[in-house]
């Protein structure tokens, strides 16, 4: 075999030891390390969690987490990562659909299931587990919790702030401050349950937060909808 052959072969072998981002076995491995983090972090916290540590949780080696992480920060960060996809997936979804087919007639309901699925997504475990996380971490991480403020709570707001004044334009509610108008049916569906679990560590059943959105809404419309 020539030199050049040779020299192609070793490229050859070479690129196809290099595991591709999408080849299941790194996607196995990079959740079974962010599993791994985000269960140590929340236990004990950034600084007293280790690579060492997020390894053997994971049942892989140190030198396979820093192969898929660089370095903790990277993967303190990967995990509020997450979670600010699924709000901003919400937000988006909320741009889309909140006032496609609403009427006078469907508005209560409307807003009902907005309610529960605002609530539900709030107050989920992860969401609290990492607000509670974010808060320890202040100081290590001072700009992750304003990120994870504009693109999390902040964007739904501006969802729900958008789609309030459209409904204001229409005549099927009296709005006058769109953004303050969200803030207050945010609070009223969600804001007790998320208070009491971010401080007490208590998360409502689903029936519970549903009932407790359903009512904030009962709220929200005495004050915002229109008198006919």
Excluded: C, W
Aim: aromatic share 8%.
């Amino acid at each position: 075999m020539s030199a050049i052959s040779k020299g192609r072969v070793r490229r050859t072998r070479s690129r196809a030891a290099v595991p591709r981002s999408d080849d299941p076995r790194v996607v196995r491995s990079r959740a079974a390390v962010v599993d791994a983090a985000r269960t140590l972090f929340l236990r004990h916290g950034y600084a007293g969690t280790t690579m060492e540590e997020i390894a053997a949780a994971a049942g892989l080696t140190k030198r396979t987490v820093y192969n898929n992480y660089g370095d903790k920060d990277a993967l303190f960060r990967q995990i509020v990562a997450d979670v600010l996809a699924y709000a901003e997936a919400f937000a988006r979804g909320l741009h889309e659909e909140f006032t496609v087919g609403v009427t006078a007639t469907n508005l209560r309901a409307t807003l009902d299931d907005l309610a529960r699925r605002l609530a539900l997504g709030i107050v989920r475990p992860e969401v609290i587990a990492l607000r509670r996380l974010l808060i320890r971490e202040a100081r290590a991480f001072p700009s992750l919790g304003a990120e994870y403020f504009d693109r999390a709570p902040g964007q739904v707001l501006d969802a729900l702030a958008s789609g309030f004044a459209q409904l204001g334009r229409r005549g099927l509610l009296r709005i006058g401050n769109p953004r303050r108008t969200a803030a207050q049916f945010a609070y009223l569906v969600a804001g007790e349950p998320l208070d009491r679990a971010m401080l007490v560590g208590t998360i409502p059943s689903k029936a519970a937060i549903i009932a407790g959105a359903r009512d904030g809404v009962e709220t929200f419309v005495a004050r915002y909808g229109e008198k006919r």
